[in-house]
Every structure is written in C-alpha cells, then in structure tokens.
C-alpha cells in the first residue's frame, strides 16, 4: 500500500501497477512498455511475486459483485436470498437505483417461471443436474495423461523453445530467468539450468521476453524488457552481452548460418549483431515506432515490422530499406518468411494477414475472416525450400477473436477455421511433419489439430493461461509455456 492510502483504498500506484500486469498477461507488451514508462510502475515497491495473475479481473469482479449484492439488498437492509444476477454492462453504465429496479424485475420474472414449471412438474428439471455433472470433453478432446509440469519460475512464463538437436527446453520468464531443462531420458526433469539476467545496479530485473536457439543448438540468446541481448552456451554460461537498445527487445533471431544475431526493438530500431565478438555490424533506424518483430530471409537480408504499421526489408551495408510494404491500417504484430524466403506473411490489429512479394508493392493476398487482432502467424514446414516439398504450404493465423484459421496461400482461400478456444489465442505451432498443428490460449487450454481435415484430435488444460506452444526436434513433445508459473509438456507418443 502507497504512503498515506488509507487502509482498504487503492492508490493511483497500485491500480496503475495493476493495469500495467494486466497489459502484461494479456501478452500487450509494447503497451505494458509504454504504460510503465508513462506512469513510473517500476518506481513502486510492490513485490510482483505477491500480486497473483489476473488481478485486475479479478478485482473488477469482485467489485460488480458487490455492486450486484448493493442492488439486491432489500427494505431491512439484507440481501435477498432470492438474488438475481445482473448483467455485467448493466452494473457499469447503471446507478444504483435503476439497478435495484432491474433486480427486483429478474425477480419477479423468475417467480413466473419458477411457478410455472411447478404446475408441468417436468421430471427434465429434476434430471439437469446430472446431465450437467456429466459434461463432456471438448469436441474431439482426449485427455492426455502423460504430461510433465516443469516448475521453479517465480512469474509467468512468457516463451519457450525447444533446442534444434536435443531435448533441451529454454523458458523465459517475467523472473528475469531463462531456464535451460533436460528432458531426456534418464535425466531429472524437476532440475534446470538457471540462467540470470541480472539489472544494473539502480534498477530492479527485468523479464526475459524472447529466445532462439542458433542451428546446432550450442548457443540460446535471450532478450530482456532491459534492452539487453545476452548469448549463452547450452551449458548455462553466459557468452556474450549485447548492449545499444535503448529499450525492451520484442524480438531475436540467429542467422541461417549462426554467425549472426538480429535483434527488434520498442526504441524503434534493429541491429545485426556479430555472434563472435558482439559487436554492432549494423543498426537500422527505419520505424518511427517499436520495432515488434524481424525475421531473416537469407544470411544478409530480413524485413521487420512495427507499430508504424510498415514492413521493411532490409540488407547489410544499405543505408536505407531495399523494399518498403504498407497496407496494414494498424500496428504490425508479426511477420514471417515462408520455406521457400520467397513469401512473406504478415498479421495485424487490423484483423487481416498479408502475404508478400519482393517482386510487387501490393500484397500477393489478403485474409480478413477474422474478427479480432491476430496475435502471430506460422508457415507450416512444408512445400518448396522444406523438408516436406511434396506437401502443400499453408499459413496459420491467431486470433484474439479465440479462433485459429488455417489458409491456403496459393488458392488465396480458408481451408480451415479451428474453434474449440473461449479466449484469445496467443499461439501456433506445426509439428516437423507439418501433418500436426497446436495452439495454445489464454482458456488454459492446449489443443492439438489434424491439418489435413482441421479435426480436433488431442486436448490437454494447463494450471494457467498460455502464451507460447513449440514441438520438440522430432514431433513427439509439445511444450507450453504459462501465466501460472510453469511450463507443460505433454508427450504425445502415448
């Protein structure tokens, strides 16, 4: 509690630290920046590890409750024990008399109801109960029962990765820890590598918000909201600290060849790291907002995206973008290179993805089924350039709107709309095969799809909300990442 709140009163520092986890876990990370940079969050002395996830829902709950409780009090000044339960919009936009008014007209409502099905003494209404008791599984769900939680961060996990060669798992955590795990056989999966990042002296950790594996598996790099890249062997040693952002890395990438990084940033800028030394090779100042995500197309060539609602592609020794893609309405979450680096798709607050060619200016297609922003976007690992070339190439978009499409580029058309989710999906991954495909949501839930016909084959809950989902190097291992501390693996081979 702030200096001089009152006992049971929230101060602006404590709602304003609430906002900003809020922003947090619902992955809005540039908007959690720029909200904890403008209300001085950081400055607080509130320990993150004791405010539990979701408490700013949670709180708001609470407080419609008591505002519906307010407005079923009765003349004695009780609460009604016939209590009627009040839309939430209602509370928000009602005083308190009108929503006395609509309580005591539920009431009433339901005596009608209540009487009537007495008088038709329907045995249906005896036997909902049981038929409640009993429901099923989502549509096409199977209960895996052979399922790992890996638990020793102190905040969410926000990413995970699985190394290229090895069962080796990093997670990154709002802690200000990656954590390196052993899941092979034989090995004690309950331990990990812990891998610090600490802060400079006057500022509190800050927490890791992405990883990758360069092409062996020999190295992780990680970026942290302290605009510090760092490099580290497989071992848990810390290699190298990358140090000239200005503010949180939202993005980090190995070249094909590993011998470079890339690295996006909200101070609006992307550099090119030299993975030996650590030096700057290059730095890119094309946004005139955060950089949210960059992606290689070949060993001297990517494009980035931003908030400026641009995409630029750009190459080592150019001084400014060799291409330049606009048609986005809003902020840029994402982008990717197919298989091939022929193609590049991008998603949007916009509610559209766009796929792209060096050889045009406008888009080779445009999907704007979904309703919401779409978070991310996956190729699958199939068509020309992949290891599956026989295989058609499709593009996977997330959506806020709780659904997951699946598109056939070449046709420009949906193949499948995947809706089993009730929240946002903040991630998709294809299986090596690229037959298989997960996804993973802010319900808790795990899902597991057939690409060919978009079935729904296998479904696993996790202990929270689930920000990032990856396949393990040969397909048999999902692994995803969650708001309540942990890591779930699920081994689908049984």
Same mark, same amino acid.
């Given at each position: ?326 048609? $986005? %309405?809003?902020? =840029? ?5 197919? &298989?091939?680096? #022929? !193609?590049? /798709? *991008?998603? +949007?607050? @916009? ?69 089993? $989710? %009730?929240?946002? =999906? ?5 299986? &090596?095969?690229? #037959? !298989?495909? /997960? *996804?993973? +949501?802010? @319900? ?51």
């Amino acid at each position: 509690m702030a200096k001089g709140t009152a006992a049971g009163v929230l101060s602006s520092t404590e709602v304003n630290y609430l906002i900003y986890r809020y922003l947090q876990e619902s992955g809005f990370h540039h908007s959690a920046f720029t909200f904890a940079h403008e209300s001085q969050v950081h400055r607080c002395d509130i320990d993150p590890n004791l405010v539990p996830p979701g408490a700013l829902v949670t709180y708001v709950q609470k407080g419609l409750q008591y505002l519906e409780a307010e407005a079923n009090i009765d003349e004695n000044g009780e609460v009604d024990a016939d209590f009627a339960l009040l839309d939430p919009r209602d509370i928000i936009t009602k005083d308190l008399d009108e929503l006395r008014m609509l309580a005591l007209e539920k009431k009433e409502k339901q005596a009608e109801k209540s009487a009537a099905a007495m008088e038709e003494d329907t045995p249906a209404a005896s036997a909902a109960p049981a038929a409640a008791a009993a429901a099923p599984l989502p549509p096409g769900g199977v209960d895996v029962t052979n399922v790992e939680t890996l638990s020793g961060h102190d905040n969410e996990v926000f990413i995970c990765a699985w190394s290229p060669t090895q069962l080796l798992l990093a997670s990154g955590s709002g802690d200000a820890t990656a954590r390196i795990w052993d899941l092979s056989a034989g090995a004690d999966h309950s331990k990990a590598l812990v891998l610090r990042h600490q802060a400079a002296d006057s500022e509190k950790p800050k927490d890791v918000t992405t990883l990758d594996w360069n092409h062996d598996g020999s190295l992780l790099a990680s970026g942290s909201y302290d605009g510090m890249a760092r490099v580290w062997t497989r071992e848990g040693a810390l290699k190298l600290k990358l140090q000239r952002h200005n503010g949180p890395i939202f993005s980090l990438k190995w070249s094909k060849k590993g011998d470079m990084l890339l690295s996006g940033s909200v101070d609006k800028t992307a550099i090119v790291w030299d993975a030996k030394t650590g030096d700057v090779k290059q730095q890119f100042e094309f946004h005139s907002a955060p950089t949210l995500d960059v992606d290689w197309r070949n060993n001297n060539t990517f494009a980035t995206c931003s908030t400026d609602k641009a995409i630029h592609v750009c190459r080592l020794g150019e001084t400014r973008p060799i291409k330049t893609f606009t048609g $986005h %309405t809003d902020e =840029v979450n994402a982008i990717r290179w197919d &298989p091939s680096s #022929k !193609l590049l /798709a *991008s998603c +949007s607050d @916009d509610t559209s993805a766009k796929v792209w060619s060096m050889a045009r200016d406008e888009p080779v297609a445009s999907f704007s089924q979904h309703t919401k922003e779409i978070y991310t976007i996956k190729w699958s690992p199939t068509g020309p350039g992949s290891a599956n070339p026989s295989q058609q190439l499709l593009l996977a978009t997330a959506s806020f709107d709780a659904t997951v499409k699946l598109w056939d580029v070449e046709g420009q058309g949906l193949l499948h709309s995947l809706e089993a $989710h %009730t929240e946002p =999906v903040y991630s998709v991954a294809f299986s &090596p095969d690229g #037959k !298989l495909m /997960a *996804s993973g +949501s802010f @319900d808790n839930m795990l899902h597991i799809w057939n690409v060919a016909d978009g079935k729904l084959l296998r479904s696993q809950q996790a202990d929270g909300g689930i920000f990032e989902v990856c396949w393990s190097k040969v397909g048999d291992k999902v692994a995803a990442s969650t708001s309540s501390k942990t890591v779930m693996v699920v081994d689908l081979r049984r």
